[in-house]
């Protein structure tokens, strides 16, 4: 059975930091490429940052240089480092693993930045 479970999120203040993390089960997660996603009220979900079964990473224009995506093989666990948080980074964060035509999704972690 294939899990990803989100952990890290929660309440925090403008130009504050988190880290999520996703530990990934059931799955040989070297093989997958990882990535973080994210859904605000009223909005479609959309890509945060990606990163390759061979560490190569991407993101999205709104996170370069704030956010920071990573993984370690040996703990099957893909990391989201949040630094310099806006009000509009408020989303439900989504961990997600592809490999070929595999998808899957973890079930959500809520960041809510607010002061």
């Known amino acids: 059975q294939v899990q990803l479970v989100e952990s890290g999120g929660g309440l925090v203040q403008p130009g504050g930091s988190l880290r999520l993390s996703c530990a990934a089960s059931g799955i040989t997660f070297s093989l997958y490429t990882m990535g973080w996603y994210r859904q605000a009220p009223g909005k479609q979900r959309e890509l945060v940052a990606t990163?390759?079964?061979?560490?190569?990473?991407d993101s999205a224009d709104s996170v370069k240089g704030r956010f920071t995506i990573s993984r370690d093989n040996a703990k099957n666990t893909v990391y989201l480092q949040m630094n310099s948080l806006k009000p509009e980074d408020t989303a439900v964060y989504y961990c997600?693993?592809?490999?070929?035509?595999?998808?899957?999704w973890g079930s959500g972690t809520q960041v809510t930045v607010s002061s």
């Open positions: 990163i390759s079964s061979s560490g190569s990473t």
């Open positions: 997600n693993a592809v490999f070929r035509r595999i998808e899957y």
